[in-house]
């Protein structure tokens, strides 16, 4: 996934028609989170694999200082069931239009 950080939140992009709210929440929510909002594009994705990517925002109610906690570290796990997840954090991708142009 791709995404941004804001002063309160993590907004994110790429987000597959399966993942909602609740699988967000299931890793930011220990990491600080007080809510996700997901949106997913209406009408069928029309044959491009794009254009059903869905975006959503991550709250975190201790604003900056959460946010950071989270961007510092490169990796978080997520364990449930028996079974460990894994979470990277990595810079920007070369040619991502998203990103900031270099300095």
Same mark, same amino acid.
């Given at each position: 996934l /791709? ?5 309160d939140?993590?907004v994110l992009? =790429?987000? #597959?028609? %399966? ?5 967000l929440?299931?890793?930011f929510?220990?990491l600080?989170a007080s ?14 694999? /794009?254009?059903?990517d869905g ?6 109610? =201790?604003? #900056?200082? %959460?946010?950071?906690?989270?961007l ?12 460990t997840?894994?979470a990277?954090?990595?810079p ?12």
């Amino acid at each position: 996934l /791709d995404g941004h950080a804001l002063a309160d939140r993590l907004v994110l992009a =790429g987000l #597959p028609s %399966d993942l909602e709210a609740p699988e967000l929440m299931r890793l930011f929510g220990k990491l600080g989170a007080s809510e996700a909002q997901v949106a997913h594009p209406s009408g069928g994705c029309g044959g491009d694999d /794009d254009a059903c990517d869905g975006f959503a925002s991550v709250f975190f109610s =201790g604003g #900056p200082t %959460d946010v950071a906690r989270v961007l510092v570290r490169a990796a978080h796990t997520i364990n449930e069931q028996g079974s460990t997840q894994l979470a990277r954090l990595l810079p920007s991708r070369p040619g991502d239009p998203s990103s900031p142009p270099p300095p």
